[in-house]
């Protein structure tokens, strides 16, 4: 891993490789969601099925498109029973996390009687999507799963491709655990599209959630407006914080966590420790000998991962909020007085024993984040991004005589009669 002195170089200009790596749509990707999207749209069922045996070379029919309840029962016998409690805990933790953030209605009594409040209430439909082949998260599953039904979403749909036929019993035993009725085998800007638009056998959906390649994105970033989105993911990416009293073994882990994801990943060190710094090198290439997806991680490493030597924790608190990393660790020695000096960020892990990998499975937080420096105005998923608010407003006669004359101004100057007139005919009545 190359070491960038900040006393020699600007940082964020050396890192610009690293921070501007998301993979883009081209015009040929486009093109291909573009028409998916549209047949879809159009033709429903048939073009689903027709997309399915295209790109994932699996044949379905509309009977067998659906899970059944046999299949999940099936799913249960083929698994770990530690592993199965280990998602249960899991589950257990999130649902618990996301309970404390669903938000409520209130009202607020105003001078004359005014009444003044807002109305939360739950969309009434979602859908999941889960990446299938090689790829196996379940604990994606729960973290998009779980808000959903913590929010009070009435009705929640799960899309997964099955290349081969069979999807991850995994996934199904998680799927299950957070409470999805409805599980479709389909994957692809196919799945997205029958989910924005529904067709006879798949509901129409108020909200699309979920990572996916980059087909999935675009078509996620095509049907936005006919539906609502989680975001527009990009690769994984952690950075860390630390000094002279973090440890290189558990530092290097930390970094190849992120680096095995994919060879898109970014693991970036910022550190006041020459120390830390130069001991690094070594000891990434110690652990990465030992993995079973070095060869992923090692391209990751080599291509965006990078040291950066700073001279105070503020410069490094400075770094990190330039980028927004989607996870921040701060492994120094204060914590949570370096937290006063973070802004941006996805996930924040404190101290010397709070690895990213307890966020992203068993802690509670969601860890659905922000990549890509959009941490700057994004949030992690959360019960929230599944509900909806209305405002409430209500006048009695006192109250409108004391704003009427400044709405009709107001109304004056924007050129809209008809808006002051709804104060000037209720004040004739008096």
Same mark, same amino acid.
């Given at each position: 891993m190359k070491i960038i002195d900040s006393q020699q170089k600007e940082i964020i200009t050396e890192l610009k490789q690293i921070i501007n790596r998301g993979e883009a749509a081209t015009e040929e990707v486009a093109t291909v969601v573009r028409e998916v999207v549209e047949r879809v749209r159009k033709q429903g069922d048939p073009?689903?099925?027709?997309?399915?045996?295209?790109?994932?070379?699996?044949?379905?029919?509309?009977?067998?498109?659906?899970? *059944?309840?046999?299949?999940?029962? &099936?799913?249960y016998s083929k698994v770990d029973t530690r592993k199965v409690e280990a998602l249960k805990l899991a589950a257990q933790n999130i649902r618990a996390f996301h309970e404390k953030k669903k938000p409520s209605s209130w009202v607020s009594q105003e001078e004359d009687g005014v009444i003044l409040g807002q109305m939360s209430r739950p969309?009434?439909?979602?859908?999941?999507?889960?990446?299938?082949? !090689?790829?196996?998260?379940? =604990?994606?599953?729960?973290?998009? /799963?779980?808000?959903?039904?913590?929010?009070?979403?009435?009705?929640?749909?799960?899309?997964?491709? /099955?290349p081969g036929g069979n999807l991850n019993p995994y996934i199904l035993v998680a799927a299950d655990i957070?409470?999805?009725?409805?599980?479709?085998?389909?994957?692809?800007?196919?799945?997205?599209?029958?989910?924005?638009?529904? %067709?006879?056998t798949i509901p129409k959906v108020d909200k699309i959630v979920g990572p996916g390649n980059i087909y999935v994105a675009t078509a996620k970033r095509y049907v936005f407006g006919q539906v609502d989105i989680d975001m527009i993911a990009g690769p994984s990416e952690i950075?860390?914080?630390?000094?002279? %009293?973090?440890?290189?073994e558990f530092v290097a882990s930390d970094l190849l966590s992120q680096a095995e994801h994919d060879e898109l990943a970014s693991s970036i060190l910022v550190t006041t420790s020459r120390e830390l710094a130069e001991k690094m090198d070594s000891?990434?290439?110690?652990?990465?000998?030992?993995?079973?997806?070095? !060869?992923?991680?090692?391209?990751?490493?080599?291509?965006? $991962?990078?040291?950066?030597?700073? !001279? %105070?924790?503020?410069?490094?608190?400075?770094? =990190?909020?330039?980028?927004a990393p989607e996870h921040l660790e701060l492994a120094v020695e204060k914590p949570f007085d370096l937290l006063a000096?973070? !802004?941006?960020?996805?996930?924040?892990?404190?101290?010397?024993?709070?690895?990213? *990998?307890?966020? &992203?499975?068993?802690? $509670?937080?969601?860890?659905?984040?922000?990549?890509?420096?959009?941490?700057?105005?994004?949030?992690?998923?959360?019960t929230e991004s599944f509900m909806k608010k209305s405002s409430l407003i209500f006048y009695t006669r006192e109250g409108l005589d004391k704003v009427g004359e400044a709405v009709m101004h107001i109304a004056d100057v924007e050129g809209l009669e008809a808006h002051g007139n709804t104060i000037r005919v209720r004040m004739a009545k008096k």
């Open positions: 073009a689903v099925l027709e997309y399915t045996e295209k790109f994932d070379r699996t044949t379905l029919t509309l009977k067998d498109i659906k899970v *059944s309840q046999d299949e999940i029962k &099936d799913a969309i009434r439909s979602a859908g999941v999507y889960v990446p299938g082949g !090689k790829a196996c998260y379940p =604990s994606s599953v729960l973290m998009n /799963v779980i808000p959903a039904m913590v929010a009070g979403v009435e009705q929640l749909i799960m899309c997964s491709p /099955v957070a409470g999805v009725s409805e599980i479709y085998k389909i994957g692809g800007a196919q799945a997205i599209a029958a989910m924005a638009y529904g %067709t006879a950075l860390i914080i630390a000094d002279h %009293t973090a440890n290189p000891e990434v290439e110690r652990q990465l000998a030992n993995l079973s997806r070095k !060869k992923i991680a090692r391209k990751a490493i080599d291509r965006f $991962g990078a040291i950066v030597l700073v !001279k %105070t924790l503020q410069e490094a608190a400075d770094v =990190s909020n330039s980028i000096l973070i !802004k941006n960020a996805g996930a924040i892990f404190l101290g010397h024993f709070t690895p990213e *990998s307890v966020g &992203d499975y068993i802690a $509670g937080p969601n860890h659905v984040l922000p990549t890509g420096g959009t941490a700057r105005f994004f949030s992690p998923l959360s």
